[in-house]
C-alpha cells in the first residue's frame, strides 16, 4: 500500500503534500526533573498513517508523546534533548513558538475534557478563536466540518449552545477530538483516548482513527493490544529497564510487530508474558 | 409489610439499631447547635430592633434618607453613615480586586513553586493581623504619608475633579478605603487561589494543547473556571469591609457628613456606633441601635449572598 502512494508521486508539489505530516524523531531523551523518562529514541512516523505506541505502564509512551508538540515542557522541571522534525523543522529549533507548533500538532487526551464553561459550539471554536478567527460565517463553517470529521455532528447539531459536558462520555471524547481537529492540524496526538470509554463508544473512536488518517497523521498511545492491532498501520514498543528511562525497542509495521516481532522482548510483551 | 421487607433484606437488626443510635444522637444534636445559632441571631434581630423602636417610630423610613444629625436638637438622619459605609467598602473593594486577585493568579499560574509557597503564606499571615494592628499602622503611617505626599499630589493633578478636590486631611473616606483595601486582600488573595487552583489542570493542557499562550489559560480557562469562586471572594471580602469597625474609626475623621471628595472625613454605621455608644442615651441610643439592625441586616444579605455562590461554584 506504501508502494502505490510513493508510485503516484510525479511532481514536487505532490511530494511536499506527501510530506505534509511527517514526524522525524531524532535522538530523543526526556527527563522529568532528575529522573529520566526517555532515553535516545528515533523513529519515523510516517503521514497519514496510524501509528501506536505500545509497552508496559511507565515505560513513556505518553512522554513520548508530549514531546512531540512540546506539551512535555508545560510539566515544571521536564527537559528534552534531541530533535523533532515536523516535516524538516526541529521543533526545538532556538525561537520556534511552542504555541505554533501546538496549532500544527494536536492533542486528544485520555480523560475527556471539554471546557465545561464553554457551549459545544465554543469549544470547537476555542482554538480558531486563539488563532484569531472573529468571522462568524468562519467559525461557523469550520465548527460543523470539524464536528462531521468526528462524527457527532448529527448528534449535536440542534444543542449547539448546550454545554460540552452535557454530552455523554463518548460523546466528550469525540468533541475533544473536534476541537483538535477545527484549528487544521497536520498530525493528531491521541493519548489512550478510548480507556475511560465502553466497548461502543471505544469502537466508534476507533473507527474515527481509521476515517482521519486519509487526512492526518495519527499517533495512538494504547493499553489495548487488539486496539493496536485493528486501527494502526505502525507500532512502535517502548520498555523502560532498569530505570533507565523508557528506550524504543522495535519499530515497524504492525503487523509484522504482532506477528513476527524481531526483538524477544516484543514477542513476550504483545503475547501478553512480560 | 415495610418492616418485614427491611428485616429480610438487611443485617442483623442489633448491629443496625446501634448505628442508627449513634447517628440519630449526632444528628440530634447537630441540628440542635444549628437552631440554636439561627435562634441566635434572630434573637439579636428581635433585639435590636425593639431597642430601636423609639427611633424606628419617631422618624420612620425617613431615616434613611435624612442627613441630619443633631443629638442636641434631636434629629437623626442614616444617610452619612450608608454613604461611608459604601464608599469606604467600594473604594477598598475597587483598589484590592485586581490586586488580589492578580496576586492569586500569579500565585497558581506563574510563579515558582518556593515562591508559590512562601508567598502563600504570606498572604494567609496577613489575613490573621488583628484590626487594631492595621489602625496604628494607619493612623502613624498610613495617613500622615497621605496628608503630606499623596493626597497633595493627587490634588495638584487631578484636583479639577470634584472627587480628587478639597484640602489634604489625610484622615477622610481616601485613608478608611485605602487601609480597607489592604485588610481584605488576604482574603480575595486567598480565596480566589483556592478557587484558581481547584481548576484541574487538565483543562489548562487541554487549552495550551490548542495553542493557547499562558495568558490565555488563565483568562478562558482559569479565570472562567473559578468564577463563582472570585463572586464568593468578592462578596466575603465585601462583608469584612462593610462591618470593619476598629481600623475605620481610627482613620476615617469621624464627621457625619457627605462630601464629594474623597480626601473629607467621614463616618461609617459601625465608626460611629463605636465613638458614639458611650455617651449616647434616650433617642440617641435608639437611633445607635437602628444603624446596628441597618448593618446586620446589610452584612448578613452579604453574607447570605457569598454562601449561596460558594456552594454553587462547588457543585
Ligand atoms: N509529571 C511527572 N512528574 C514526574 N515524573 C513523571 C511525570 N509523568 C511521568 N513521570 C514518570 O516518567 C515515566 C514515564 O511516564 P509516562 O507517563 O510517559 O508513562 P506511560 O508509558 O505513559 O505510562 P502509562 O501507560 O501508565 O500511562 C514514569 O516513570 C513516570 O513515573
Ligand atoms: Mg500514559
Redesign the interface.
Known amino acids: 500500500m506504501q508502494m502505490t502512494r510513493d508510485l503516484r508521486i510525479v511532481s514536487v508539489q505532490e511530494w511536499r503534500e506527501a510530506a505534509e505530516g511527517t514526524v522525524s524523531v531524532r535522538g530523543l531523551s526526556a527527563w522529568y526533573g532528575r529522573h529520566r523518562a526517555l532515553t535516545d529514541v528515533s523513529l519515523e512516523v510516517r503521514p497519514r498513517s496510524v501509528t501506536a505506541l505500545i509497552g508496559p505502564s511507565g515505560c513513556g509512551k505518553s512522554t513520548l508523546l508530549r514531546c512531540l508538540n512540546r506539551m512535555h515542557e508545560v510539566v515544571l522541571g521536564a527537559t528534552v534533548s534531541g530533535q523533532v522534525l515536523l516535516e524538516d523543522e526541529d521543533v526545538y529549533g532556538s525561537g520556534v513558538d511552542p504555541v505554533s507548533v501546538r496549532r500544527r500538532v494536536g492533542m486528544v487526551f485520555q480523560q475527556p475534557n471539554p471546557f465545561p464553561t464553554m457551549s459545544i459550539y465554543d469549544n470547537v471554536a476555542a482554538g480558531l478563536r486563539l488563532a484569531g478567527t472573529r468571522n462568524r460565517g468562519v467559525l461557523d463553517g469550520k465548527v460543523e466540518q470539524a464536528l462531521r470529521q468526528a462524527a457527532l455532528w448529527d448528534e449535536v447539531k440542534d444543542k449547539l449552545r448546550k454545554p460540552g459536558t452535557a454530552l455523554s462520555g463518548g460523546q466528550q471524547q469525540r468533541l475533544c477530538i473536534a476541537r483538535a481537529l477545527a484549528v487544521d492540524p497536520e498530525v493528531l496526538l491521541m493519548d489512550e483516548p478510548a480507556s475511560a470509554l465502553d466497548p461502543v463508544a471505544t469502537a466508534r473512536i476507533e473507527e474515527l482513527m481509521v476515517e482521519l488518517k486519509r487526512d492526518y497523521t495519527v499517533v495512538v498511545v494504547t493499553h489495548n493490544m487488539q486496539q493496536a492491532a485493528r486501527v494502526s498501520d505502525y507500532t512502535a514498543f517502548l520498555l523502560s529497564e532498569d530505570g533507565g528511562g523508557g528506550a524504543l525497542v522495535e519499530y515497524g509495521e504492525t503487523r509484522q510487530v504482532f506477528e513476527e516481532p524481531r526483538d524477544e522482548r516484543t514477542r513476550d510483551y504483545v503475547t501478553g508474558r512480560l | 409489610m415495610a418492616r418485614e421487607l427491611r428485616t429480610g433484606m438487611l443485617p442483623p437488626r442489633v448491629r443496625r439499631a446501634s448505628i442508627n443510635w449513634g447517628d440519630r444522637a449526632f444528628h440530634g444534636i447537630t441540628t440542635g447547635f444549628a437552631l440554636l445559632i439561627a435562634a441566635l441571631v434572630a434573637l439579636l434581630v428581635l433585639e435590636l430592633a425593639t431597642e430601636s423602636v423609639p427611633a424606628l417610630s419617631r422618624f420612620g423610613p425617613g431615616f434613611l434618607a435624612s442627613t441630619s444629625w443633631n443629638p442636641v436638637t434631636g434629629e437623626f438622619g442614616a444617610l452619612p453613615f450608608i454613604y461611608g459605609t459604601l464608599a469606604t467598602s467600594a473604594l477598598a473593594l475597587a483598589l484590592a480586586w485586581p490586586i488580589g486577585v492578580g496576586a492569586a493568579a500569579f500565585l497558581t499560574e506563574l510563579a515558582p513553586?518556593f515562591v508559590r509557597s512562601i508567598l502563600g503564606t504570606m498572604v494567609e499571615m496577613l489575613a490573621a493581623v488583628p484590626s487594631v494592628v492595621y489602625g496604628l499602622w494607619g493612623v502613624f503611617v498610613l495617613v500622615p504619608l497621605l496628608r503630606e505626599r499623596v493626597e497633595p499630589w493627587l490634588i495638584e493633578r487631578l484636583g479639577v475633579l470634584p472627587v480628587f478636590s478639597g484640602p489634604p486631611f489625610g484622615l477622610g473616606v481616601f485613608a478608611a478605603g485605602l487601609l480597607l483595601a489592604v485588610m481584605i486582600l488576604p482574603t480575595l488573595a486567598s480565596v480566589s487561589r483556592e478557587a484558581m487552583s481547584a481548576v484541574?489542570r487538565?483543562?489548562r493542557?487541554?487549552?495550551?494543547?490548542?495553542?493557547?499562550?499562558r495568558w490565555?489559560v488563565i483568562r478562558?480557562?482559569v479565570l472562567?473556571?473559578a468564577?463563582s469562586g472570585l463572586v464568593a471572594a468578592t462578596v466575603l471580602a465585601l462583608g469584612r469591609a462593610l462591618g470593619e469597625t476598629m481600623a475605620t474609626v481610627m482613620v476615617i475623621g469621624n464627621s457625619p457628613s457627605i462630601n464629594v471628595s474623597i480626601f473629607a472625613p467621614a463616618s461609617t454605621m459601625a465608626s460611629v456606633i463605636a465613638n458614639d455608644f458611650n455617651e449616647a442615651t434616650g433617642l440617641q441610643k435608639a437611633v445607635l441601635l437602628e444603624l446596628g439592625l441597618i448593618l446586620l441586616v446589610v452584612s448578613l444579605a452579604v453574607n447570605t449572598a457569598a454562601r449561596l455562590m460558594a456552594a454553587r461554584s462547588t457543585r
Open positions: 513553586r484541574p487538565g483543562q493542557e487541554a487549552l495550551l494543547a490548542l495553542g493557547a499562550t490565555e478562558a480557562v472562567a473556571q468564577r
